[in-house]
């Protein structure tokens, strides 16, 4: 079976197959006629999208697709991906398409779809719509374009009234925050939201053109964060992604706290609240061993999962956690939401960091992060590792001579034709020199 999901929903250049005026109408077709199916009666979607060009046209032809076979489709219009989470379960639609690529370059936008209890779209819907796109039946006659959607602004504000309502204990006087909007859906929320609570904010990348979304700032680029937070004197920065689901933070002197980071802020956080289910938080394997060792201190066990925000939840959920993330800044605490939610992360930060009158650089000591280095190498084919005698060999005697001290962790991209060799240790040099060893047996092998 040919695929189109992958581990965060459809993704690809716009303009582009799957994402081209004949297929997106067909993927609103297919979700329509599967939902309704299941229901029993025709289904009611709402639709929202971050700020690249493209999203207007996509938008507007998945929702033609759905509403050719009688879906009922609104849309929030521009807003972030929990947002669109959000308003699904709390308007009662039965499901959720949001428009964007998330940390990616205006070029690429995506689809993915959330049901109205916040879980993404399940696997056998996803097989169910992959076989109705490429199934060689005459593609639907649907007018494709960028005709304008009129969005709801009713549920653009009930996100905002939520945020504020999880919240409302929180006063921000004196405060002084930078955030990084990354051109993308956050831009007319996050400042409402941080005055709405009394703190000064400082937005900057916060002018989307359509083409600017992610570009030399968010969460992949942060350089310009710390400058400001530095230049201007703040508390605190903070950096979303392009829609918002993920929030990486910055300290007044600049120093970078990432997800795992937070997740140690937290963690002791619910801890004191007597929330933190059966002192467990789940991590990916990319998570440094240093936050395993942090929380280890405290008594609290780290669970490992595959890489993917989807793969946490799944964890979350089976395991009854109630905190868990990636180091990318996705953080999820399934008892509020089943989605990473950057303004969501960034308040529980903020509320940490008042609760205990700390500062963030305080609050994130007893977490020492240990030198890890992530080489990517191009390969012609993902083969096992295992299968590749020669590899298998290389990483064997690599994990013999990091002995417990360190940590190594051999994964393929979920997107692209990339090998990932992460390794963690006490010494940067040594796991660098280990690092270009073994990626040099993988790229003769398999480049």
Known sequence: MKKLFGTDGIRARAGEFPLDFETVPRIGVSLATRFAE???RAPRFVTGRDTRESGGWIEHSITSGAVSVGAEVESAGVITTPGIAYTTGA?????????????????????????HDGRKLD?????????????????????????????????????IDHLLGLFSHLRLDGIKVVVDCANGAACDYVGKILRQLAAEVVLINNSPDGRNINLNCGSLHLEDLQQNVVVSQADLGVAFDGDADRALFVDKRGNVVDGDATLWILARRLRDENILTDSRVVATVMSNIGLEIALRSRDIELIRTSVGDKYVLEELLRSGAALGGEQSGHIIMPQVSLVGDGMMTMLSVIDALVAKERKLSEAVEGFVRYPQVLINVRVKEKRPFEDVPAIAQAAADLESKLDGSGRLLLRYSGTENLARVMIEGADQNEIERFGNELAEVIRQELG
């Open 91 to 115: 308007f009662g639609f039965d499901a959720g398409i949001v428009i964007s690529a998330s940390h990616n370059p205006y070029e690429d936008n995506g689809i993915k779809v959330f049901l």
């Open 38 to 40: 299941e229901l029993g």
């Open 123 to 159: 696997n056998a819907t996803e097989r169910l719509i992959e076989a109705d796109v490429f199934a060689p039946s005459k593609p639907p006659q649907i007018a494709s374009g960028d005709s304008a959607i009129v969005p709801n602004k009713t549920f653009q504000q009930a996100y």
